[in-house]
């Protein structure tokens, strides 16, 4: 009996060092301490000793199955950190690999200019107004004093759905429309796109306007030429050169068209412009004799590229991201 502990006793220690998983570990366990196990089996064995052998006995046993125990445990902390090490290892990620690129898109310089522009108006007191793209022609034109048959009809080069729909060919008609609602005095600007039959490396068939207008009572060209300069002076953050040379537009008189001096030395015509005519105010039934003011529709594109140094206005609208992705 002594013989067979003690060799218990050195197979079990062997077992369960040399035991290299919790399964076989929990197996050991079993085979050796659980109801059938070896050592409980020996400590059942000891009623069939004289009683006087029996405590002795029984000390062994219980010293080896205390011993078997803690080895047990202290192994399934060593195999159990192994495990989870193991786990560890194999999902590990390797963070030094370089990740996947998302790429972020930016504001179109156009919408970008726009949003600037109606800012630095909203802080002259402008209101933004809007209006319908398609028009019908009595908003873009008859209104306007342009009547039918009259050449600066022509000169619109219009995309027409039908008689009296038609794709708006400037942002204008939205000076009539924002007085038929609001009336006089009116300070306002209408952004927007306009449309004409007309591509090449200056024209594209969209295009964009803000349109101006200002009416109250005593207003005179002046205000409109302090204005327009305060305004090219703070878009583009410097001391520009204006000139304004007489023009022509049906609902303007006098009318004029302004250029600005770009950084080679050349004019480039950036908007129309001029004192509101009195057959236009007539027409809303607003009196010329109490009411003057002042009306300008810009170029969009036309500031964007001479801000950006960009010589093909079609550039604008290719989707060609080596071009977009440098307004970032
Ligand atoms: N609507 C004119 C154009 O498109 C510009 C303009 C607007 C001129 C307002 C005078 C007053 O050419």
Redesign the pocket.
């Known amino acids: 009996m002594s013989d067979s502990l003690s060799d218990l006793s050195s197979k079990s220690i062997q077992e369960i060092s040399e035991c290299s998983n919790l399964k076989e570990l929990e197996l050991l366990r079993v085979k050796y301490l659980g109801k059938k196990g070896a050592i409980t089996k020996q400590l059942k064995a000891l009623g069939k000793l004289t009683p006087s052998e029996r405590p002795k006995a029984g000390q062994k046993i219980n010293i080896l199955k205390e011993k078997v125990q803690s080895l047990i445990d202290a192994r399934k902390i060593v195999l159990a950190d192994a495990s989870i090490q193991e786990k560890i290892e194999s999902s590990s990620i390797d963070v030094t690999l370089s990740g996947r690129k998302n790429n972020r898109g930016n504001i179109h310089p156009i919408s970008s200019i726009l949003y600037e522009i109606e800012s630095i108006f909203h802080n002259s007191g402008f209101r933004v107004e809007d209006g319908p793209e398609i028009e019908d022609e009595y908003h873009n034109f008859t209104a306007l004093n342009i009547p039918e048959n009259h050449p600066a009809r022509a000169m619109h080069d219009t995309f027409y759905f039908n008689a009296n729909y038609l794709l708006r060919?400037?942002?204008?008609p939205i000076q009539i429309r924002s007085m038929e609602t609001h009336g006089v005095p009116i300070k306002v600007i209408a952004p927007g796109k306009v449309y004409r039959r007309d591509s090449d490396i200056t024209h594209t068939p969209m295009f964009h306007?803000i349109?101006g207008l200002v009416i109250d009572k005593d207003i005179n060209f002046t205000h409109l030429k302090g204005m327009l300069h305060q305004f090219i002076n703070t878009f583009y953050k410097r001391d520009m050169e204006l000139r304004f040379r007489p023009s022509y537009?049906p609902?303007?008189e006098p009318?004029a068209e302004v250029d600005i001096l770009s950084k080679d030395g050349s004019w480039l015509e950036i908007?129309?412009?001029?004192m509101v005519h009195p057959k236009v105010l007539e027409n809303l039934k607003i009196d010329p004799e109490v009411y003057t003011g002042y009306?300008?529709?810009m170029g969009v594109e036309r500031l964007a590229m001479l801000r950006h140094e960009i010589k093909d206005i079609r550039l604008f609208y290719e989707n060609d991201l080596h071009f977009l992705n440098q307004f970032k």
């Open positions: 060919t400037h942002t204008s306007q349109e537009f609902f303007t009318s908007l129309g412009c001029g009306a300008f529709g």
